[in-house]
């Protein structure tokens, strides 16, 4: 059956440091996979979109890898801040679907 | 843009009763939007995804007799749960996807709901 996998459920990490998730799938050919930011309590909030074909992507302090041969995406914050701190959630979708299928996330805590 | 209210925002109601959440996508047409739920610690699950104008589909495992999607326009889906159980007591969140955009979801705030 398909399965991701975000495989720390929490990570502390010291401000100004570069925070690093990963995101594993198996049994899955995503067309692209995203990354989503959730804060307790609120809906998630769209990050990053990598496509099946690229390796990389970045936005202002973010940086998204995709390396569909490993089946895996590392999610990369630089400098990170106490404002970092959420759930950070990636998600899946392929098959000519748009639906996506969401990993548990990892709860990022940067501590000052 | 591409901001995505519910509402309510939390509700809490008594077992039997049943209970409405609206999702509005405020600047952009919809095509589709999607219903999730959430538990504690746990990831968002697709219950069921709407097109504007047809028959919601639902994901396996959903009772579309208990949770009713309505798609009326493109800016409004709601989701009925009805006649509410405590076990139905999670937090509800759409999303919407416009036109040739679909790849990205916007998300509402979600619903929390209670039954007591």
């Known amino acids: 059956s398909q399965k991701i996998e975000q495989n720390s459920e929490a990570l502390n990490i010291q401000e100004g440091k570069t925070a690093t998730l990963t995101c594993n799938y198996t049994?899955?050919?995503?067309?692209?996979l995203q990354w989503y930011r959730q804060d307790p309590g609120r809906g998630p909030v769209f990050l990053l979109l990598?496509?099946?074909?690229?390796k990389e992507k970045r936005k202002e302090r973010l940086k998204v890898t995709f390396d569909t041969t490993l089946k895996q995406s590392l999610f990369h914050i630089t400098a990170s801040q106490p404002a970092d701190s959420a759930t950070y959630l990636c998600?899946?979708?392929?098959?000519?679907?748009?639906?996506?299928?969401f990993g548990k996330g990892t709860k990022l805590s940067v501590i000052p | 843009g591409a901001v995505v209210s519910q509402h309510p925002s939390r509700v809490i109601c008594k077992s039997g009763t049943s209970v409405k959440i609206e999702c509005r996508s405020l600047d952009f047409q919809a095509t589709t939007m999607f219903w999730y739920r959430q538990f504690p610690k746990k990831s968002l699950m697709l219950m069921a995804t709407s097109n504007e104008g047809s028959k919601a589909t639902y994901e396996q495992g959903v009772e579309k007799d208990k949770f009713l999607i309505n798609h009326a326009s493109l800016t409004l889906s709601t989701l009925t749960v009805t006649s509410a159980h405590p076990e139905d007591s999670s937090f509800y969140i759409c999303?919407?996807?416009?036109?040739?955009?679909?790849?990205?979801?916007?998300f509402g705030p979600g619903t929390r709901l209670l039954v007591l």
């Open positions: 990598i496509r099946e074909n690229e």
């Open positions: 998600a899946l979708a392929g098959g000519g679907s748009y639906q996506l299928t």
């Open positions: 999303s919407a996807s416009q036109g040739a955009l679909q790849e990205t979801q916007y």
């Open positions: 049994n899955y050919s995503p067309a692209y």
